[in-house]
Antibody, heavy 127, light 110 residues
């Protein structure tokens, strides 16, 4: 079945970096973009950015520019999100999510909705 | 960019209908029909309930419906059931290939 499986929880010191992985299976990895969404404890969802596994194009949320890097490895169908210079308010559950496709007339494009989500990775930043 | 505006909480009795609003601007919610809605139970990943404003993914109950008027999108749940109790988030395309979520609404089934 179509699924995204994320890496295990991490505990990091302030100023460190974290890299979370998201392994896709059950579909053609390069057909859909992958977004990363985070959720601080007791808070709402925050979109962080997306990457296209097809061509490596990325788009990051303005407030994370310069601190976040998203990459993919098409040989293993895995997406990665690295966040640097961690602060305590980066403590959150990080989700990867697949963008669904809208298909018409033989061609498909993304429709900015997320139909498959990973299980989430808790990242705790604490001294 | 600020989050889209949702009520913090709504409630309803079983079999009743409720509507959750999601207010934005002409640059996001009002710009196109690219609003989606997600249901999230505690400790779980979000689940897509509505996409492109009013379309339901396969497997989602037809008790869930979406609409939009101007800069405000809405999610309506009819025939409320106990399992509908969850947090609900709207999400909209916000231009320049970016996305914006709402602050979330906690639905309580009385």
């Amino acid at each position: 079945q179509v699924q995204l499986v994320q890496s295990a929880a991490e505990v990091k010191r302030p100023g460190a970096s974290v890299k979370v992985s998201c392994k896709a299976s059950g579909y053609t990895f390069t057909s859909n973009t992958i977004s990363w969404v985070r959720q601080a404890p007791g808070q709402g969802l925050e979109w962080m950015g997306w990457i296209s596994p097809y061509n490596g194009n990325t788009n990051y949320a303005q407030n994370l520019q310069g601190r976040v890097t998203m990459t993919t490895d098409t040989s293993t169908s895995t997406a990665y999100m690295e966040l640097r210079s961690l602060k305590s308010d980066d403590t959150a559950v990080y989700y990867c999510a697949r963008e669904s496709l809208y298909c018409s007339g033989g061609s498909c494009s993304g429709n900015y909705a997320f139909d498959i989500w990973g299980q989430g990775t808790m990242v705790t930043v604490s001294s | 960019q600020s989050a889209l505006t949702q009520p913090a909480s709504v409630s309803g009795s079983p079999r009743q209908s409720i509507t959750i609003s999601c207010s934005g601007t002409s640059s996001d919610v009002g710009s196109d029909n690219l609003v989606s809605w997600y249901q999230q139970h505690p400790g779980k990943a979000p689940k897509l309930m509505i996409y492109e404003g009013s379309k339901r993914p396969s497997g989602v109950s037809n008790r869930f419906s979406g609409s939009k008027s101007g800069n405000t999108a809405s999610l309506t749940i009819s025939g409320l059931q106990a399992e509908d109790e969850a947090d609900y988030y709207c999400c909209s395309y916000a231009g320049s290939s970016s996305l914006l979520f709402g602050g979330g609404t906690k639905l309580t089934v009385l």
